[in-house]
């Protein structure tokens, strides 16, 4: 069922697992929302004049601005009735899908970005594809022309050298075995019999390590280097990464966003 909320605007950098996380629960609450997706860096130049902070997600809302993506989880879980809810009401089952949350966010959003980026930077082309697949026409144009430098700025803000990707990668590994242990009972999800906040985090953060076919901004095909593609390939065969995509499979609803750049004419 669709729920009108004209004013919803949802600032992201389209391909951002964590900006996924929240497009996700946007779109299953079935909430109305404009998406206006940026190149890296680029970003900021709508984040801080909306009164967020440097990062995405950034939720504009009457309320005022949500600027994590736990906070915009909560705020269209506000929207859906119990038996839905992502964040369960029954105190035991919300305190453990909080847990898993909080470490999620902490722990795998972080490895995911900074491996994924040390395997996709490999290829300065495929990094200008990369990093302007997202944003309007002006900025992918800029992008493609500071591609080189923007880089550079990312490789030492996010830190993509060979320990702290190893450690990355450790930590990774970590949290997938965690998973799978949790899931060798044969449940179904991580957290009681239904889909919760701890499922779609974990799905959202891991979804572009998996390539996950329904994740909500897809890395084109064009950007993905054989390290990705082969990185992707060994996740995809755990039983954590199958875990995630089946829970893409068979619980992403379709991206409700308007005004997109991958769907709005003039960009490239």
Same mark, same amino acid.
């Given at each position: 069922?669709?729920?009108?909320?004209?004013?919803?605007?949802?600032?992201?950098?389209?391909? @951002?697992?964590?900006?996924?996380?929240?497009?996700?629960?946007?779109?299953?609450?079935?909430?109305?929302?404009?998406? &206006?997706?940026?190149?890296?860096?680029?970003?900021? &130049?709508?984040?801080?004049?909306?009164?967020?902070?440097?990062?995405?997600?950034?939720?504009?809302?009457?309320?005022?601005?949500?600027?994590? @993506?736990?906070?915009?989880?909560?705020?269209?879980?506000?929207?859906?009735?119990? &038996?839905?809810?992502?964040?369960?009401? $029954?105190?035991?089952?919300?305190?453990?899908? $909080?847990? !898993?949350?909080?470490?999620?966010?902490?722990? !795998?959003?972080?490895?995911?970005?900074?491996?994924?980026?040390?395997?996709?930077?490999?290829?300065?082309?495929?990094?200008?594809?990369?990093?302007?697949?997202?944003?309007?026409?002006?900025?992918?144009?800029?992008?493609?022309?500071? %591609?080189?430098?923007?880089?550079?700025?990312?490789?030492?803000?996010?830190?993509?050298?060979?320990?702290?990707?190893?450690?990355?990668?450790?930590?990774?590994?970590?949290?997938?075995? $965690?998973?799978?242990?949790?899931? %060798?009972?044969?449940?179904?999800?991580?957290?009681?019999?239904?889909?919760? %906040?701890?499922?779609?985090?974990? &799905?959202?953060?891991?979804?572009?390590?998996?390539?996950?076919?329904?994740?909500?901004?897809?890395?084109?095909?064009?950007?993905?280097?054989?390290?990705?593609?082969?990185?992707? @390939?060994?996740?995809?065969?755990?039983?954590?990464?199958?875990?995630?995509?089946?829970?893409?499979?068979?619980?992403?609803?379709?991206?409700?966003?308007?005004?997109?750049?991958?769907?709005?004419?003039?960009?490239?």
């Amino acid at each position: 069922m669709s729920r009108s909320h004209p004013t919803l605007r949802l600032i992201t950098i389209g391909f @951002s697992h964590y900006c996924e996380k929240a497009r996700w629960a946007l779109d299953r609450a079935g909430l109305e929302y404009v998406e &206006a997706d940026h190149v890296p860096l680029f970003h900021f &130049a709508a984040t801080l004049p909306a009164g967020a902070k440097r990062t995405v997600p950034a939720l504009a809302t009457p309320r005022g601005v949500l600027c994590e @993506s736990t906070d915009i989880v909560r705020f269209a879980d506000e929207t859906l009735p119990a &038996a839905r809810k992502l964040f369960p009401e $029954e105190p035991p089952l919300r305190a453990e899908v $909080e847990r !898993l949350v909080a470490r999620f966010d902490a722990l !795998l959003g972080p490895a995911v970005r900074r491996v994924a980026y040390w395997h996709m930077f490999t290829d300065r082309g495929k990094t200008r594809e990369l990093l302007t697949s997202t944003g309007p026409a002006w900025e992918r144009r800029l992008g493609r022309l500071l %591609a080189v430098p923007m880089q550079a700025m990312m490789i030492r803000g996010l830190k993509l050298y060979p320990e702290p990707t190893a450690r990355a990668q450790a930590r990774l590994d970590e949290i997938f075995d $965690e998973v799978a242990q949790t899931l %060798a009972d044969g449940r179904r999800y991580l957290v009681g019999d239904r889909f919760t %906040a701890a499922d779609l985090t974990f &799905a959202a953060l891991c979804g572009p390590a998996l390539i996950a076919p329904q994740y909500g901004f897809p890395v084109p095909p064009q950007a993905l280097t054989p390290a990705t593609v082969n990185w992707a @390939s060994r996740l995809r065969s755990s039983p954590a990464g199958a875990f995630a995509l089946r829970l893409f499979a068979e619980e992403r609803p379709p991206v409700r966003a308007q005004g997109r750049s991958d769907v709005s004419p003039g960009t490239g």
